[in-house]
């Protein structure tokens, strides 16, 4: 399977950062992997990383509801007021412990490519790669 270029996660919480990230560099998905604590930071990065590399552009990312500063859904209004030659082919699965019926409702009017709880599994990340990039993982080492 060829890597995903890149991927950015975003919570708030170092020690689901660390976790989700030593899963998808254990699983091999990408050698590039950006945090980002809040909404703020991640659409700092997403500007930042594909206007000046495209090539270290996130094309996938796990993004938290509940975060300070900006929550996700906060993150995902003023990612679609982008001028439409900034906003890049993104794959956005919120990844979340909310069972809020009104964080349910707003997600559903936002473009996101899928909706998982808490925690990140090898399966999916498995379910994401195949049914978003059409990628398989290869076995575990």
Do not use: W
């Amino acid at each position: 399977m060829p890597k995903i270029p890149c991927v950015l996660l975003v919570d708030d919480d170092p020690t689901t950062n660390f976790l989700n990230k030593k899963l998808l560099l254990r699983l091999d998905v990408t050698d590039n992997i950006r945090v980002a604590r809040n909404g703020q930071e991640a659409l700092y990065a997403m500007r930042e990383h594909c206007q000046q590399q495209p090539q270290d552009c996130p094309v996938l990312v796990f993004l938290d509801i509940n975060m300070p500063v900006m929550t996700g859904i906060q993150f995902l209004e003023a990612y679609q007021q982008l001028p439409v030659q900034e906003q890049q082919a993104v794959v956005v699965v919120m990844l979340t412990t909310s069972v809020s019926p009104r964080d349910q409702q707003l997600i559903q009017e936002l473009p996101i490519a899928d909706y998982l709880d808490k925690p990140l599994t090898q399966e999916k990340v498995q379910a994401v790669l195949q049914q978003h990039f059409g990628e398989e993982l290869r076995a575990e080492r």
